[in-house]
């Protein structure tokens, strides 16, 4: 039996040198989080990013730190095994 993705959503994914493209944010059960809309995934990049200028402004973290943003979301299908793949075949499941 050949199985089929349920369903499609959106998720947070970084750039790493080494690592190559991977999620960037997981849930309580080390799943990538998968959002229903393209939007509500960039609110949550958004909100992150205003959370790091927040740290900044309290002096918590550095300028540059808190200006960078490595995140951006891409379209995923979400497998019954709750594994996610991107549209060039690749998956990702719960962190090891």
Known sequence: MV?????????IFRSYLFQSTVPACYDET????IYATELEAQREIAD??????RGFLDSERDCADAIAIDEFVLP???WPDRR?????GRRFGKLD
Not at 3 to 11: D, L, T
Not at 30 to 33: A, I, R, S, T
């Open 76 to 78: 995923v299908n979400v």
């Open 3 to 11: 199985q089929q993705p349920i369903r499609s959503g959106y998720a």
């Open 30 to 33: 080390d799943f990538p989080v």
């Open 48 to 53: 992150n990013q205003l959370t790091r200028i």
């Open 84 to 88: 996610v793949s991107t549209k060039d």
